[in-house]
């Protein structure tokens, strides 16, 4: 059966792809950044995954605003990136992991989480630039499923519906008949708001206890309604769903491999984890 090797979460803000593409990386603003990434890329060349599920929210380049669906699950052989009007440059297409996905999402219909199946899907920012992050180097070395939930038009999913998600994704992937080693990512947040009166909204206290809740306590979010994280994390903050989502596929109790939180990058407090099974 295939192996979780553990979970990787991070922001995803497009700036990020110019300042890669910059070379920027050493800069003093961005340095405090990237350099979260390096105990993060010494434990990828440790656990050798050869694929991950990677839980994001589409910002309009696959689904746009008059079809959202609230759950949808990749199942192509490759998903092409497109530019998005950021100015940064296209990626190279990911490959999927087919016989992954339809085994996801057989098992998801059979758990009754009500899913879109996506057999051609575009993927935008917030799946291209954290795997340029967590694979800085040449071309990405793991295959892909892609899961994007719907934090971008109400009403959103509840955090305790992700948790469940995600749980039932994680249980999934052991359940494979593959030897293959699997990671699990989750992209977004942490709290910021780019919009209307709260613009620039950030809320550290916030973001730092539910980090810590990822690997002591991780229901604790779910305890919060969606308008209740909304007004905690700012109206794109929102998004610490996928990293919900990505802890509950973890099995069991959780070591922290590493975390990084910097404010602020772009208007967004970044931040990013690495968990690994206790066991
Ligand atoms: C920005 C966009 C995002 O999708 C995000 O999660 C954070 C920031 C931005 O435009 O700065
Ligand atoms: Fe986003």
Same mark, same amino acid.
């Given at each position: 059966?295939?192996?979780?090797?553990?979970?990787? #979460?991070?922001?995803?803000?497009? !700036?990020?792809?110019?300042? *890669?593409?910059?070379?920027?990386?050493?800069?003093?603003?961005?340095?405090?950044?990237?350099?979260?990434?390096?105990?993060?890329?010494?434990?990828?060349?440790?656990?050798?995954?050869?694929?991950?599920?990677?839980?994001?929210?589409? /910002?309009?380049?696959?689904?746009?605003?008059?079809?959202?669906?609230?759950?949808?699950?990749?199942?192509? !052989?490759?998903?092409?990136?497109?530019?998005?009007?950021?100015?940064?440059?296209? @990626?190279? +297409?990911?490959?999927?992991?087919?016989?992954?996905?339809? /085994?996801?999402?057989?098992?998801?219909?059979?758990?009754?989480?009500?899913?879109?199946?996506?057999?051609?899907?575009?993927?935008?920012?917030?799946? #291209?630039?954290? @795997?340029?992050?967590?694979?800085?180097?040449?071309?990405?070395?793991?295959?892909?499923? +892609?899961?994007?939930?719907?934090?971008?038009? $109400?009403?959103?999913?509840?955090?305790?519906?992700?948790?469940?998600?995600?749980?039932?994704?994680?249980?999934?992937?052991?359940?494979?008949?593959?030897?293959?080693?699997?990671?699990?990512?989750?992209?977004?947040?942490?709290?910021h708001q780019l919009d209307g009166q709260r613009a620039g909204f950030i809320?550290?206290?916030?973001?730092?206890?539910? @980090?810590?809740?990822?690997?002591?306590?991780?229901?604790?979010?779910?305890? $919060?309604?969606?308008?209740?994280?909304?007004?905690? #994390?700012g109206t794109q903050?929102?998004?610490?769903? @996928?990293?919900? !989502? #990505?802890?509950?596929?973890?099995?069991?109790?959780?070591?922290?491999?590493?975390?990084?939180?910097?404010?602020? *990058?772009s208007n967004t407090?970044?931040?990013?984890?690495?968990?690994?099974?206790?066991?």
């Amino acid at each position: 059966m295939a192996r979780i090797v553990g979970g990787l #979460t991070t922001s995803h803000v497009p !700036a990020i792809g110019r300042a *890669i593409d910059k070379g920027l990386q050493g800069e003093p603003y961005w340095k405090p950044f990237f350099d979260g990434f390096l105990p993060v890329h010494a434990w990828l060349k440790d656990v050798r995954p050869d694929v991950a599920v990677v839980f994001y929210n589409d /910002h309009g380049l696959n689904f746009f605003l008059d079809k959202m669906p609230t759950f949808a699950v990749g199942a192509a !052989a490759q998903y092409c990136n497109a530019d998005e009007g950021w100015g940064i440059p296209v @990626m190279p +297409p990911f490959q999927g992991e087919p016989d992954l996905s339809w /085994h996801l999402i057989e098992r998801l219909v059979e758990h009754e989480f009500d899913i879109t199946t996506c057999q051609e899907m575009r993927v935008d920012h917030a799946f #291209t630039l954290p @795997m340029k992050l967590f694979w800085p180097e040449g071309d990405c070395p793991v295959t892909t499923v +892609p899961i994007c939930i719907n934090t971008v038009q $109400f009403p959103l999913p509840t955090a305790h519906r992700c948790f469940m998600l995600g749980r039932a994704v994680g249980e999934a992937i052991e359940s494979w008949e593959s030897d293959k080693r699997v990671v699990v990512i989750g992209t977004g947040g942490l709290s910021h708001q780019l919009d209307g009166q709260r613009a620039g909204f950030i809320n550290k206290p916030f973001d730092l206890r539910f @980090m810590a809740s990822l690997v002591d306590d991780p229901q604790w979010a779910t305890r $919060f309604s969606i308008h209740e994280l909304v007004e905690k #994390t700012g109206t794109q903050g929102v998004e610490l769903l @996928m990293w919900l !989502a #990505t802890r509950a596929a973890v099995p069991g109790p959780v070591r922290k491999v590493h975390s990084n939180y910097h404010i602020p *990058i772009s208007n967004t407090a970044a931040g990013m984890m690495a968990l690994e099974p206790a066991s």
